[in-house]
């Protein structure tokens, strides 16, 4: 049965490794339906957060073979609740629909929005939620022509006290010293 998963990605930062990476989603015909790349707690390791919608087995063999990857350090997948996560959009409405009234004033304050710019062509207005809020916020403002919408990448922390890639990390370099390895 498909759901949805959230992959953590732990990497160097290395050029190519993003192309890598969607490679082995594409091998396997699982569409990404979010990606984002940022630097993670960790000093000099990025983290890819990735959504895709895909059965258990399938996902377990997508990780595996991301692991295999050089420049990877670790992969950790988890489901919806597992996660506190969130995404941005941003949405451009003309700026003479704002000013004919209060309605999208009220419509920004009912979804926790907030007024980013205004100019006498165009109001930004910006939205952070779940992915349903922000589009239907997107639905309740194209009423008045949205000119652009765009929505960012889900980002994501685990419900987890610490991060799941410095207890790996102390885990491996537990095991390297008892073998007489020195590792990072």
């Known amino acids: 049965m498909q759901q949805e998963f959230t992959i953590t990605i732990f990497s160097e930062n290395h050029v190519g490794l993003l192309n890598q990476v969607t490679t ?15 630097e993670s707690s960790l000093e000099g390791i990025h983290k890819f957060t990735i959504v895709v ?5 399938q996902i377990d063999k997508l990780k595996t073979q991301i692991e295999k990857k050089i420049d990877v350090l670790k992969v950790f997948v ?20 704002l000013l004919s009234g209060n309605e999208i004033e009220d419509i920004v304050r009912k979804y926790g929005a907030r007024i980013m710019e205004i100019t006498p062509e165009y109001t930004v207005i910006e939205k952070t939620g779940h992915k ?10 194209d009423k008045y022509k ?15 006290r610490t991060e799941l890639l410095e207890e790996y990390l102390l885990k491996l370099r537990a095991e390297n010293k008892i073998r007489g390895i020195e590792t990072f």
């Open 24 to 38: 082995a989603f594409t091998r396997r015909s699982i569409n990404i339906e979010s990606l984002n790349t940022s």
């Open 78 to 97: 988890f489901t919806t609740d597992e996660i506190i996560h969130q995404e941005m959009a941003l949405y451009k409405v003309p700026t003479e629909a």
């Open 132 to 141: 349903a809020e922000t589009q239907e916020l997107f639905v309740r403002l």
């Open 146 to 160: 949205v000119l652009q919408f765009v929505r960012s990448g889900r980002i994501a922390i685990t419900k987890l």
């Open 53 to 57: 919608f895909t059965t258990r087995e």
